[in-house]
């Protein structure tokens, strides 16, 4: 099972990133290259504990639905959430920050089992693992860019 551990250090209050890290506005534009839009659950503003969300969007070609609920939050410090439908076999990504002498290290840990058993695997080693890590790590530097800019009040007013 990959597990994908991003850090991400942000000049910014830990509310503000937490928040945008949430934020559902947010998640949309830093995924633009995927089409992916929230089509059911939350679809606007900040999701919140037991709340879930269903994500449209395609990846290598194909149209697909995601559907994650928050299942842990603790504002703002850490937020967990997971799969509850969609075409990985599972998984939970853990949301961390931490205030370190006057900024933010905002961690990811990503872990998920790909479907498919053994091709799933492979798919894995070949191109999935990493694109999995590149995804992330856009959206972990757009909301630094949005952090550390005026831009938040647009997703957080």
Request: overall charge negative; glycine content about 6%.
């Amino acid at each position: 099972m990959p597990k994908i551990e991003l850090e991400t250090e942000i000049n910014a209050p830990i509310e503000i990133i937490f928040d945008l890290a949430r934020c559902i506005d947010l998640h949309e534009d830093s995924m633009a290259q995927t089409n992916e839009k929230a089509v059911d659950g939350v679809t606007k503003g900040l999701i919140n504990l037991n709340e879930s969300v269903t994500w449209e969007a395609t990846h290598f070609g194909i149209r697909q639905r995601l559907t994650s609920q928050i299942t842990a939050l603790d504002r703002p410090h850490y937020f967990r959430d997971i799969m509850l439908k969609g075409a990985f076999k599972s998984f939970t990504h853990d949301h961390f920050f931490e205030e370190k002498g006057g900024t933010v290290l905002m961690k990811d840990v990503f872990d998920y089992r790909s479907p498919l058993g053994f091709l799933g695997n492979i798919a894995d080693f070949l191109f999935l693992e990493r694109y999995m890590r590149e995804l992330l790590t856009s959206r972990n530097l757009l909301i630094k860019r949005i952090a550390e800019s005026g831009e938040w009040r647009k997703f957080l007013v």
